[in-house]
């Protein structure tokens, strides 16, 4: 079972900065399309951000388009989500997810359990 912790959430004020970190406990992390997704009390996951197995290719919600970037360490394991410019809609449980090429075809595979991001306006 591949296992994924995130760090990096707090409480920030708005226009503020956050840097998210998701380390994944696997030999085959650098095979794998990784993503961010958030959500807020009372509402649905909702898509962030993915990339895919090696940096190059990357893509965005239009809600976090210009103001978040996704990028991965693979010699680290890890993939980050550098969030600037918050607003308090961004406030959600952000969770990272890793999709296995060697195992479902069309869902993420491995999920974290999450970590709190709130922006006080």
């Known amino acids: 079972q591949v296992q994924l912790v995130e760090s990096g959430g707090g409480l920030v004020q708005a226009g503020d900065s956050l840097r998210l970190s998701c380390v994944a406990s696997?030999?085959?992390?650098?095979?794998?399309?990784m993503g961010w997704f958030r959500q807020a009390p009372g509402k649905e996951r909702e898509f962030v951000a993915t990339i895919n197995y090696s940096g190059a290719t990357t893509y965005y919600a239009d809600s976090v388009k210009g103001r978040f970037t996704i990028s991965r360490d693979n010699a680290k394991n890890t993939v980050y989500l550098q969030m600037n410019s918050l607003k308090p809609e961004d406030t959600a449980v952000y969770y990272c997810?890793?999709?296995?090429?060697?195992?479902?075809?069309?869902?993420?595979?491995?999920w974290g359990q999450g970590t709190q991001v709130t922006v006080s306006a």
């Open positions: 696997t030999r085959g992390f650098s095979s794998y399309r």
């Open positions: 997810a890793a999709d296995d090429p060697r195992k479902t075809l069309t869902t993420y595979d491995y």
